[in-house]
């Protein structure tokens, strides 16, 4: 069994450690635990690793955000692995900071990397991880806010909710989202 685990985020060192982000690091976090390491390929940086007899690919589109579905596209369509074997890692401002939620499908709630995979993908049916990063920002700042760093706490938190992240991920890929969500949906 093959999955895709598609981290989203953006390229490039002013980008690196904000909210828009937290894909790329969990990601990465997982990458650096299996130690793995990235390579820069067509649309993204990839890396692949085995998991109880699994093959479970990650990418880093490096489209930036609004472009991840042409990554999360090819990679499909590359593999071979079908949509219900992907999971996309994203930010959301709805869930409130360090809460974990997966869903096997939903609405793009204004994402605009979550409106272009619906784009390319056809349709919002794929799973995802949504990664809780507050609203925290007042009335029309929510650019500024996602796009902004975490705070001195947030970061102090970060890794364990990514290691809770990852948890979930490979929950994902062997036991199925269902399970999973059963388990760790809060």
């Not at 909710?161 to 062997?174: G, H, P, Q, V, Y």
């Amino acid at each position: 069994m093959k999955y895709l685990i598609v981290g989203l985020g953006n390229i490039g060192p002013e980008y690196e450690l904000t909210r828009h982000n937290i894909g790329f690091l969990t990601v990465d976090r997982l990458a650096d635990k299996e130690s793995i390491s990235w390579e820069s390929n067509r649309l993204a940086f990839k890396s692949e690793f085995k998991y109880k007899g699994r093959s479970i690919h990650l990418i880093k589109p490096t489209t930036y955000m609004n472009l991840s579905g042409k990554a999360m596209n090819y990679w499909m369509k590359e593999l071979n692995i079908p949509k219900e074997n992907v999971l996309v890692l994203v930010d959301d401002v709805a869930i409130p900071f360090g809460s974990l939620r997966m869903k096997p499908k939903g609405s793009a709630a204004g994402h605009n990397g979550l409106k272009n995979i619906e784009a390319l993908t056809g349709g919002q049916n794929y799973p995802r991880l949504r990664m809780g990063i507050g609203d925290d920002y007042p009335k029309g700042r929510q650019v500024d806010y996602v796009l902004g760093k975490f705070t001195q706490d947030e970061f102090i938190e970060l890794p364990l909710i990514m290691d809770k992240a990852i948890e979930m991920i490979l929950s994902f890929c062997t036991i199925g989202i269902e399970r999973t969500m059963n388990q760790y949906n809060n």
